[in-house]
């Protein structure tokens, strides 16, 4: 029964591909990657984009090209110079892997052509492979990412509830893979992606421009409930951070180098970590958001206590490590991008 009408759906929907790829056609972005592109240019910006907005994406690919303009230069830096490219974008993680495939490129004797074979490769989930695979190689395979989910939801007028965005994802690629214009697929893609992002918005859509009205369930009708995702409540949570400087150095902790998130990545140490340090006046408040979680934290100056050098310290945290920074150097440490936005605001305030 599903299969009959997906099957009926998606031939309404076939006679909209060419509007849809005229659309693209018209209306795309002149991104860099797009104007200019290549295999390389593809993976970066995918791992870029990833959980990140194309607006802040934008500098930061134009300064990584010219300092990585390939496979083999990126393959070859060290990853410290990765980092600190890569610095202010979050989820370090991306940059660790793409360095890593960059490395695995490098020791291929051609690159990889299909979705299954990119998906083997080191931060390379299966929208990134479809992406990769269909943009640079003409794979007919989709990308389904929130974007995608929400044209189709609004286009068939689903009203289904998911609990994720995962299980919203899975519930509609057979849509998305029936729909898919397998003459064009990189094409196609983008041109889906490019429509949740400017056309099929979350909030007030532009039905009256949209190339796929006229076969959309839900046009200039109840379009911004769909899709329909039952999101975890947000839960709060409350940090303090110490401002602690001495002789113009001031103390950073650097994550463990078998930690998951701040592997090599300095912050400004935790109350909880430092008991004996005394915390003064508030220097600063800032509020990040990681997953459903809101987190505030509040940065302290703090006094160690008589002890001279890390000799007043305890032993650093989580396997890492503790480091006095000479502030004038403080552009040359791998921050986590909140931290250097922080900390410069409080370095600008004095
Ligand atoms: S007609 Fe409106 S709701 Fe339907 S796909 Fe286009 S923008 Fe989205």
Redesign the pocket.
Do not use: D, E, M
């Given at each position: 029964m599903r299969e009959k009408s997906i099957s009926a759906e998606a031939t309404k929907l076939k006679k909209l591909r060419g509007t849809l790829r005229e659309w693209y056609g018209r209306h795309q972005r002149p991104l860099p990657w797009r104007t200019e592109p290549s295999l390389y240019r593809t993976v970066v910006s995918e791992f870029m984009c990833q959980q990140t907005r194309i607006e802040t994406v934008l500098p930061y690919f134009e300064r990584w090209m010219l300092r990585f303009p390939d496979f083999i230069a990126l393959a070859k830096a060290p990853e410290s110079d990765v980092l600190r490219a890569w610095e202010g974008l979050g989820y370090y993680s991306r940059a660790r892997n793409l360095h890593r495939l960059a490395k695995e490129i490098e020791g291929m004797d051609a690159p990889l052509r299909i979705a299954a074979d990119w998906k083997k490769l080191p931060g390379i989930g299966p929208y990134t492979a479809a992406a990769v695979a269909s943009i640079a190689f003409g794979e007919p395979v989709p990308v389904i990412d929130g974007n995608v989910v929400?044209?189709l939801a609004?286009?068939r007028g689903d009203d289904t509830e998911f609990r994720s965005n995962q299980e919203a994802v899975d519930a509609f690629r057979p849509l998305a893979e029936a729909f898919l214009d397998p003459r064009h697929p990189g094409d196609h893609n983008q041109a889906m992606m490019e429509?949740g992002a400017t056309?099929?918005?979350k909030s007030k859509?532009?039905?009256l421009i949209?190339?796929?009205?006229a076969g959309?369930?839900?046009?200039?009708n109840e379009?911004e409930k769909?899709p329909r995702i039952v999101r975890r409540a947000t839960v709060k949570v409350d940090v303090k951070r110490l401002w602690i400087e001495r002789d113009g150095h001031l103390l950073l902790h650097e994550g463990a180098p078998n930690g998951r998130r701040l592997r090599a990545i300095c912050e400004l140490p935790l109350a909880d970590d430092i008991p004996a340090a005394q915390p003064g006046e508030q220097l600063h408040r800032g509020v990040r958001a990681i997953t459903h979680h809101r987190i505030t934290e509040e940065i302290f100056r703090a006094r160690l206590p008589q002890l001279p050098g890390t000799a007043a310290l305890p032993s650093p945290p989580r396997n890492g490590q503790w480091h006095w920074v000479p502030l004038r150097h403080i552009d040359a440490v791998t921050l986590s991008g909140p931290h250097r936005k922080w900390i410069e605001a409080i370095l600008e305030d004095r």
């Open positions: 929400r044209v609004r286009v429509l056309v099929c918005r859509p532009a039905c949209c190339p796929l009205r959309c369930a839900s046009a200039g379009a769909r």
